[in-house]
């Protein structure tokens, strides 16, 4: 408390000062020793981030009919490679097996699954995000459609 009271009266020796020098002298020592030991001080240290580190994704179109196709399928969707699957072809109750298979396979790697229209599909591995949904247009685009309907 002395010392504080005679500091701010300017009574007090010049001890602060030489401690501040010290302090520098002593981290600018550590700076040169770890130079010379190969170290780099951390906030030196960066990191070089590539900015194009996603490869381009391709998108694999599938027109399964029968059963044994949704095996392929899932071999994309394991390359986490999205897939628009198209079920117009297949019969109702392979096209039912097909899709039971495709969303557990989706489900067990983490993916989505989202229908884009009738009897189509896209499945999505869990590096593949997806915003949106048709589902809320097509509800809109068939509500705004009924009143004309009506008129007929």
Do not use: W
């Not at 071999?75 to 096209?95: F, G, I, Q, S």
């Amino acid at each position: 408390m002395f010392q504080k009271v005679m500091s701010f009266l300017g009574l007090a020796d010049e001890e602060q000062p030489r401690r501040e020098e010290e302090l520098i002298e002593e981290q600018q020592q550590m700076a040169q020793q770890q130079q010379q030991d190969g170290v780099v001080p951390l906030k030196r240290q960066g990191t070089v981030v590539s900015l194009h580190t996603q490869k381009q994704v391709r998108v694999y179109l599938a027109e399964p009919e029968t059963y044994d196709d949704a095996q392929s399928i899932a071999d994309h969707l394991r390359n986490r490679r999205p897939v628009v699957v198209n079920l117009h072809k297949a019969p109702h109750e392979v096209a039912k097996r097909v899709i039971d298979f495709i969303s557990g396979c989706t489900y067990a790697l983490g993916g989505t699954l989202q229908k884009l229209g009738h009897n189509i599909f896209l499945c999505a591995p869990e590096n593949i995000d997806i915003q949106g949904s048709i589902s809320d247009l097509m509800e809109n685009s068939a509500a705004t459609e009924q009143p004309f309907r009506n008129q007929r």
